[in-house]
């Protein structure tokens, strides 16, 4: 038995889709722990993509247990258009659950993230305008509906009518919309409780039955380290907990059970929304990365902003985590270029820096320093072992590894299943060892 993390590295869309999607081969349970229809997960299978946004990216395994955790935020109407595209495609989505505690998006939650965004003017995050900040604010402030709220009809009633009357003021005086009528609300959110009820459970105590069952468990985080509202690149973040740690509190668990953590990172760096981006490129090799690896957002369709690898903040990304080792994702989408930089330190008026910087206005400031790698300039689409890559291709692994001293455990290469190197089992094979026998770091 192995309970494993799956996090993004570093801003999201590294492809933690695909490697949960490979992983839950042996999954019992998967289980999604925060974020909301932000996430756009995308699982290529024999020709045929799934574009997943809250379902965890295990659905596609039919004895898999996929809960949508307490620490999510629940739009039920895409949850439902997504559940019945999943039927229409014939996935099995009896094997679905979503806890009794996940907060529910409310229409003025999506109105708030619209309008204020377009009210920031210069200052806004470019937020995915999907209500999740403002859902996660209402939970923090705690005038939040849960979904044990939304699938009790008397429950619903009284919350619903309290909540609206209490948001259109703010509707109306703060951002000069029109109120929302709490009658319309209920009655449209009764047909939503109506379709999800039968999926809602305890979702805590059914991941601890499966803890004590021994069965595997992954979870599967949304966004990325960099958007973590504690850790990330605030204010220009997601308003939830990505990171590793965030796993045992949107689940429900403790940390004595996690096992092994893994990073999920690009071979290179994406974006999208706004915040500072040290090894961003606007020229044309940042255009060839968008072209080649496809960098439109799952959820939004906008551009993702491309850049070089990031060594900096993958070495952040594996202390806040703890990663045990890393899948490192797309190292295809490099191969025709004939040189390509990592950023092994930055420069801050005039200062080398190792670390990442916690203060915005400092990371803003931050140049990259990189080191000059040669390209490989040929396919690596269909490699199947680190022997097929080519000797560049293998150095350029070797060199990420080694700057933030943690194993490369997979290697993908395209988007589907197949295109993937296993060099090591990330949940079976041997854990790294932290300390040696004498306890001295090794
Ligand atoms: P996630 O949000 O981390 O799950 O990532 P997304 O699904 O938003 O974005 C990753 C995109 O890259 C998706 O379109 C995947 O199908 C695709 N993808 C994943 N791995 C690879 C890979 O190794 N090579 C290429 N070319 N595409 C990949
Ligand atoms: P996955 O799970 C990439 C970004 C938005 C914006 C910031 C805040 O597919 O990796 P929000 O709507 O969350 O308030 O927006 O976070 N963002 C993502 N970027 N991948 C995601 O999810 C993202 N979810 C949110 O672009 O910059
Ligand atoms: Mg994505």
Redesign the pocket.
Known sequence: MANVIVI?AQW?????????DLLSRSADVVVRYQGGVN??????VQGQ?F??HLIP?GILYPNTACIIGSGTVIDPQVLIEEIDRLEALNVDTSNLFISQTAHVTMPYHRLIDQAAEDKRGDQKIGTTKRGIGPTYADKADRTGIRMLDLIDPDGLKERCEWTVNYKNPVLEKLYNLPPLDPQAVIEQYSAYADRLRPFVVDSSLKIAEAVRERHNILFEG???TLLDLDHGTYPYVTSSNPIAGGACVGAGVGPTIIDRVIG?A??YTTRVGEGPFPTELNGEVGKILGD????F???TGRARRCGWFDAVIGRYAVRINGLDCLAI?????LDSLEEIKVCVAYEIDGETCHHFPSNAALFSKCQPIYKTLPGWQQST?ECRHLDDLPKQALDYLKFLAELMEVPIAI??????RD??IIVEDPIHGPKRALLNANGDPV
């Open positions: 993004g999201g869309d590294e492809g933690k889709g695909k490697v949960t996430a756009g997960h995308t699982v290529v993509t574009k997943l990216s949304a966004q990325g999920v690009k071979a080649i690896g496809a960098e957002g799952t959820t994702t797309k190292l295809d989408v689409a290697v993908s290469l395209g988007a589907s295109q993937t």
